[in-house]
């Protein structure tokens, strides 16, 4: 089993500004394992938020060794490996998890929703994101994403309401909100959600930063809106506490280690009577992929990474007026374009 990796910078065709900051290109690494003429594709799109980078994605790949397993079907044991290497390091572990999943659905001729018993009819909707900029800009946006029933819209800056309202003004489209932690004081936040609730939003990600976990609590017990976590939630251990402070969580493959530990986690959260959504980073076609074979099992689903990119490296899933549309290719169903 060899694994090779190379770098691709993806081209937002906006600049993608949230509570945090603001992008133009988004480097990610394309990993290709190899083994018995078959190729698997995964991918690490680094967030610095959870300490990851570029660098350390290389670091990991050189500390991780394949060869001592005899065949990508082993799995469990590879993973298991693989997530004991070195802590953290979620988005790297992410490009190994999908690339043995891609590789054993070609194995076996089958795509991974198949494997996986789920009815590619049923995708989650898909919403699209507007990235918080000025009025002039997201009027425009909004009238471009015109074909997507449902929009996601960043806010936690000092224009939420100017953002919503921009956007109230040219559609009565579904909206979710997502504050990546931009609200720093609790009554602030509940004075917005209120104010969202009678904007007809469906639901609000991420309204406080994650180490603020008692203010969370306070918050979800008086919010009129479903309260889901993103920044809070990376991995399947934290999920249960985290029962005590929101409706929902926001799955990331690349905060959570790939598509095993996502199948772990959707199933945890509904043994909690939690609300399922999966997000993404900025990616290609590869990431987007993986997490639309899971998203028949979905509340809500928001990866249209590939959708806010002019450059996809390659060719998969499609995001059809938001509606996920899988193919019948084996395993991820990915092809890299020339
Ligand atoms: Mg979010």
């Known amino acids: 089993m060899k694994i090779s990796w ?12 949230i509570s945090r900051g603001a992008r133009n290109v988004v480097p990610v690494i394309i990993l290709t394992l190899e083994h018995d003429g078959i190729i698997g594709y995964g991918e690490a799109s680094p967030a610095k938020r959870y300490g990851e980078s570029l660098e350390t994605i290389d670091a990991f790949f050189r500390k991780t060794n394949l060869s001592q397993f005899d065949s990508p079907l082993q799995l469990e044991d590879i993973l298991t490996n ?4 070195e802590a953290g390091n979620t988005s790297a572990k992410c490009a190994v998890d999908l690339a043995l999943h891609d590789w054993i659905g070609k194995k076996l001729g089958v795509p991974l929703y198949q494997l996986w018993g789920l009815n590619p009819k049923k995708t989650a909707q898909c919403s699209f994101t507007i990235a918080i900029d000025t009025k002039e800009i997201v009027e425009q ?10 929009l996601k819209v960043k806010v936690g800056l000092d224009n939420d309401e100017e953002m919503i309202t921009t956007i109230r003004r040219v559609t009565d489209k579904v909206l979710y ?22 904007q007809n939003v469906e639901f609000v990600e991420q309204p406080m930063p994650a180490e603020q976990f008692d203010d969370l609590k306070w918050l979800r017990d008086k919010s009129d809106l ?9 991995r399947l251990s934290e999920v249960p506490k985290l029962a005590e402070a929101f409706d929902g969580i926001n799955i990331k493959l690349m905060k959570c280690t790939g598509v095993r530990e996502a199948m772990r986690m959707i199933n945890t ?11 993404c980073m900025i990616e290609s076609a590869v990431g987007i992929s993986a997490g639309a074979h899971l ?9 249209d990474g590939n959708v806010l990119i002019s450059n996809d490296p390659f060719d998969g899933v499609r995001n059809i007026k938001g509606a996920l549309t899988l193919n019948d290719m084996p395993g991820l169903g990915v092809t890299l374009r020339q």
């Open 295 to 303: 998203s028949p099992l979905l509340d809500y689903a928001d990866l």
């Open 82 to 85: 693989v997530d004991s290497i």
């Open 269 to 279: 959260a509904r043994a909690l009577n939690m609300k399922v959504m999966m997000g």
């Open 177 to 198: 909100v997502d504050a990546n932690e931009g609200w720093k004081d609790k009554h602030l936040a509940l004075e917005r959600i209120k104010w969202l609730k009678d």
């Open 141 to 150: 946006k909004v009238r471009e994403a015109a074909e997507y029933p449902i």
């Open 6 to 17: 190379k770098q691709y910078d993806l081209q937002l065709k906006h600049t993608f500004r």
């Open 226 to 234: 479903p309260i889901i976590a993103d920044e809070s939630v990376l």
